[in-house]
């Protein structure tokens, strides 16, 4: 059974920083690409960050870049997501996928709240 666990949300203050974690079983994670989305009250879901199974290439939303980091480790079928300098506007479910081909893989999410 296919499972993909975020974890590590929470409430922060603006200009902290928090670590998301996603840990996956059930397939073979070093061979997927990984992405982190996030879905604010009230908007669409949108791409956070993505890295190929090699960590050969990263990509990052316009919002994001330079204030967050996805890396992952392939022995610990973990991919993480280093959010820094948080912004009230980065409040969101943060969710975790797996993508290979046809198969599409999602957790059910980490809340994070950017509030003083």
């Known amino acids: 059974q296919v499972q993909l666990e975020e974890s590590g949300g929470g409430l922060v203050q603006p200009g902290g920083s928090l670590r998301l974690s996603c840990a996956g079983s059930g397939f073979n994670f070093r061979w997927y690409g990984m992405r982190w989305y996030r879905q604010a009250p009230g908007k669409e879901r949108e791409l956070v960050a993505h890295i190929t199974s090699t960590s050969r290439i990263t990509y990052y939303g316009d919002s994001t870049k330079g204030r967050f980091t996805i890396s992952r480790d392939n022995a610990k079928n973990t991919v993480y997501l280093q959010m820094n300098s948080l912004k009230p506007e980065d409040t969101a479910v943060y969710y975790c996928?797996?993508?290979?081909?046809?198969?599409?893989?999602w957790g059910k999410g980490t809340l994070v709240t950017v509030s003083s």
């Open positions: 996928n797996a993508r290979r081909n046809w198969e599409d893989y």
